[in-house]
C-alpha cells in the first residue's frame, strides 16, 4: 500500500511512530546528554548509518522532546538549556524550519546551518549546551571562504562551542573534498571525549527486499556486477532500461499514480547551455538538470520538477517514491569483465574534487575521488521508497544490465505501464 502523503515534513514529523530499538535509542541519547551537561568538557554520540536506515527520524524525536524539556518542564535536566539542530543540505533545512512553524515547542530560529551558528555564537561570545547534527558526513572539514567558514573543521568547532554534540553519520554519503569523512577521521575527532556510538542498520525507506538493497551496496562499494537477485521486483518495482526516454515516460506515469516521482542522474554531463538552461542528452531523451530552488518548498514537492533531472545536492536525504536514475558517463563496464570502471576525466562536477592541503599523495587522492563518484550513485539509488529504475549511458555496462535483469528471470511490464 502506498503512502500518499509525500510531504517531506511528514515523513521527518517528530510524532512519527519509531520502533523500539529507534524509541531506546533516542532515550539513550537523552540519558547520555543529561549526564554530561553537568560536565566541564565536551562529550559526544554518534548515529552510524546507510541511507534510509532512519537516521532523521530519530534526530527529529529526540530534539523535539529536548526543546520541549528545555521550555516547558523545570522538573527536567534540559529546562532552560539553550539547544541548536544543524544541518548543512539546504533542501533539508527547509523542511525541518517548516516543521518547526507547526509546533510551539520548536522555534524556526532552533535550525541553522553550522557555518552561521558558529558565526552567531562568536560574535555574541556564547556557547550552547546541545548541538544536534543532521547529515554530518556534509560538514566541512576545511576552511570555504566562499561560504564565510575561516575554520579547518566544521565539527571541531562546534564541539568547541557545546556541552553536547549528536551527530548522525554515513561514510558512503560524503560527496565532496571539502567534506571529507572517514571513520578513521571521525574518530580522530569525537574519541577525545567522552563518546558513544549506535549503529542502524534496518532499511526503512526501500521497500525493497534486502538481496537488492546488497546488490545496489555491492555495484557502489565493491564496484562489482553481481547477478540480481530473483526476488529483486518482490513488493517492489525494480527495472532496468534500454531507453531512457521509456524510463521517463514510465517516471511521469507513477508520478501521475502516486506523485514525488522523478528523474536523477549522476554528474558527467558537460555543460552545454541550451536556451539558458543544461541539458542532459541520452538518444530521444532530452532533460534540463535541476535549477537553483529559491522556494521553501523542497525541489522534489514542486509539480513542475517532473520536468528536471534530480542531483545529489536536490534529492539527498529525501524519500522519492519512484526514481529512474541515469548512470552517467563517469560509470562504464571494464570490457570481458563483471567489474566497473570510475572514469574521473568524465565527472563534471568540478566543485567536488577541490584540492586539500592535507591530501599529497596522488593516488590516495584518486581512491577517495573514485569513491566520492560511487557515494554520489550510492545517494541516488537509496531515494525510491516503491521502485528504483536504471538506464546506464556506458552500452556495454547497459547490454549487461539488461542480460542480468532477464537472466534473474526479470521482466518488465508492457510498453505503456
Known amino acids: 500500500m502506498i503512502d500518499t502523503s509525500n510531504a517531506a515534513i511528514d515523513k521527518l514529523s ?36 546507510d541511507a534510509g536506515t532512519g537516521k532523521s527520524v530519530v534526530l527529529s524525536q529526540l530534539f523535539d522532546r529536548l526543546q520541549k524539556a528545555a521550555r516547558k518542564d523545570p522538573a527536567s535536566p534540559f529546562y532552560q538549556t539553550t539547544n541548536y539542530f544543524l544541518v548543512n543540505h539546504p533542501e ?32 555574541k561570545q556564547e556557547k550552547i549546551d546541545v548541538a544536534i547534527i543532521d547529515e554530518a558526513h ?27 554534540v549528536v551527530i548522525v553519520f554515513d561514510q558512503y554519503q560524503v560527496l565532496r573534498m571539502k567534506s571529507l569523512w572517514t571513520p578513521e577521521r571521525l574518530h580522530h575527532i569525537t574519541d577525545q571525549y567522552p563518546h558513544k556510538e549506535y549503529h542502524l542498520t534496518k532499511m526503512f525507506r526501500m521497500n525493497a527486499t534486502p538481496q537488492l538493497v546488497d546488490w ?8 562489482q556486477l553481481s547477478p540480481l537477485p530473483q526476488n529483486a521486483r518482490n513488493h517492489y518495482d525494480f527495472r532496468i532500461y534500454d531507453d531512457a526516454e521509456e524510463m521517463r515516460q514510465a517516471i511521469v506515469r507513477r508520478n501521475h499514480e502516486v506523485g514525488l516521482s522523478r528523474i536523477l542522474s549522476t554528474s558527467g554531463y558537460p555543460s552545454t547551455l541550451d536556451g539558458g538552461k543544461h541539458y542532459i542528452k541520452e538518444g530521444r ?36 517514491n519512484y526514481t529512474g536514475i541515469i548512470l552517467g558517463p563517469p560509470i562504464s563496464q571494464i570490457p570481458d569483465t563483471q567489474r566497473l570502471q570510475i572514469n574521473l576525466d ?18 590516495e587522492i584518486i581512491r ?10 550510492n545517494v541516488l539509488f537509496k531515494r525510491g521508497v ?3 529504475y536504471i538506464y546506464a549511458h556506458d552500452p556495454l555496462l547497459r547490454q549487461t544490465l539488461c542480460q542480468l535483469f532477464s537472466a534473474a528471470g526479470l521482466h518488465l511490464p508492457k510498453k505503456g505501464d
Open 285 to 320: 531523451f532530452k532533460m534540463p538538470w535541476d535549477q537553483y530552488n529559491y522556494t521553501v518548498t523542497p525541489w522534489a514537492e514542486l509539480p513542475q520538477t517532473i520536468d528536471e533531472v534530480g542531483s545529489i545536492y536536490t534529492c539527498q536525504g529525501f524519500d522519492l
Open 368 to 377: 577517495l575521488e573514485k569513491r566520492m563518484i560511487m557515494n554520489s550513485l
Open 386 to 388: 516503491y521502485g528504483t
Open 346 to 363: 568524465r565527472y563534471t562536477d568540478t566543485e567536488a574534487f577541490k584540492k586539500r592541503a592535507d591530501l599529497t599523495d596522488p593516488q
Open 92 to 123: 533539508i533545512l527547509k523542511v525541518y524550519r517548516e516543521i518547526a512553524g507547526h509546533l510551539p515547542e520548536l522555534y524556526k530560529k532552533d535550525f541553522a546551518r553550522p557555518t552561521s551558528l558558529i558565526n552567531q555564537l562568536d560574535k
Open 14 to 49: 517528530p510524532f512519527k511512530q519509531l520502533t523500539p530499538e529507534q524509541e531506546n535509542l533516542v532515550e539513550d541519547i537523552l540519558d547520555f546528554t543529561a549526564h554530561h551537561l553537568k560536565d566541564d568538557y565536551p562529550a559526544t554520540y554518534t548515529i552510524v548509518g
Open 216 to 223: 545496489f551496496n555491492t555495484f557502489t562499494n565493491n564496484y
Open 138 to 164: 556534509l560538514l566541512l572539514s576545511k576552511p570555504d571562504h566562499y561560504n564565510n567558514f575561516y575554520h579547518d573543521n566544521q565539527l571541531v568547532e562546534i564541539i568547541r562551542r557545546a556541552k553536547v
